[in-house]
């Protein structure tokens, strides 16, 4: 991984340049994102506190005439498809910009071709938005190209239909809000519900250091669907829209959920009052109590969401254990890919080299990449260049 500078933006310029013979009109950049606390309860429409991550997907284009998209990644290879198919033909990565193309048309938008080159740090699979990234960005692109007035608030709800509707991943909107929305030093609190996005500055003397295990995940080949199955199932028993609009007294009057639901359903209640506290924490420069959250979301993922994986298990039990880590949680979807530590900034270069040395990725789920520490800064949200 690398940081966000200058070299990302030349890569895909000249990218551009090397394989359509000339520089392109605009640079479109989205950022990853990793959640410092709030997991599993943005399709609940409950809490989360996101930030962006330094590490983007950038996007090189051009206008075209017709409707014809031709992008070239430099990860990934070639990609082309006509704008009037049916994306769901479209195969591998390009599936996410001929969705978003697609989505947008839907929405009565007359939608033009373009040519691209993309470059990416964000590591795939690593549960830090690397699709949501790929989605906002090809939106603006698609936004620039085609010159039509929709919102950015719009191109985080059509990537979010991306996921769900053509992706099979029923996932919420905190991925692509955070890609869109987020400022430069500081995190995000979402209600997902309303979709008001609050600034929290990070709080001073402490750093946010993301852990990738290695390990990888698809989300849409795991139980991630069945977890908000179990979610909506529970609050429909309840009789409410959502598990937002519940408690954890309401659970004690369910004796006809397994008790399986019930503990899903008592992790995304006790989250979302993490998440609140979690943010007064941060406000009161209480890192002591801001890591004690993190951590104790992280058993409650492990334990009653049922969400972690051996990996995740083992390096965030590392970090807790040492010394200037406040507290460590795994990030995302979950089963594979990264974790994250609230960390003593006059610490953060010892605790990553111990780390490092103690954590090897588990028998059981062995890596399918270096894993690796990396102090983040907050970075913001979608631009164009």
Partial sequence: MSGLDETIL???REGFRLQYGEYPEFVVRAPGRVNIIGEHT???EGYVLPMALPYSTVIAASPISGNMVTVFSEGFGPAQFVLTDDPAETSGWSRYIHGMGSMIQTRGFQVL???GFIYSDIPSGANLSSSAALEIAAGVVFQQS????ISLMEIAALGRDVENNLMGVRSGI???LTCAFAESGAALLIDCRSLKMTPIELPKGASVVLMDTGTRRELSGTEYNKRRATCDQVASALGVQSL????IADLSSLDQ???IGLRRAQHVLTENIRVLDAVNSMKQQRLGELGGFMNASHESLREDYNVSGPALDRIVEIAQ???GCYGARMTGGGFAGSAVAIVDSGQVQQFCEQVSNLYRPPSEQPAETSPGLYPVEASAGVSII
């Fill in 113 to 115: 071709g373009w040519k």
């Fill in 244 to 247: 937002r609009d519940a408690t």
């Fill in 10 to 12: 030349t890569n895909a």
């Fill in 174 to 176: 905190m991925d692509q």
């Fill in 42 to 44: 943005d399709y609940n």
């Fill in 321 to 323: 254990s040492v010394s």
């Fill in 257 to 259: 959920i397994a008790e």
């Fill in 146 to 149: 085609s010159d039509i007035d």
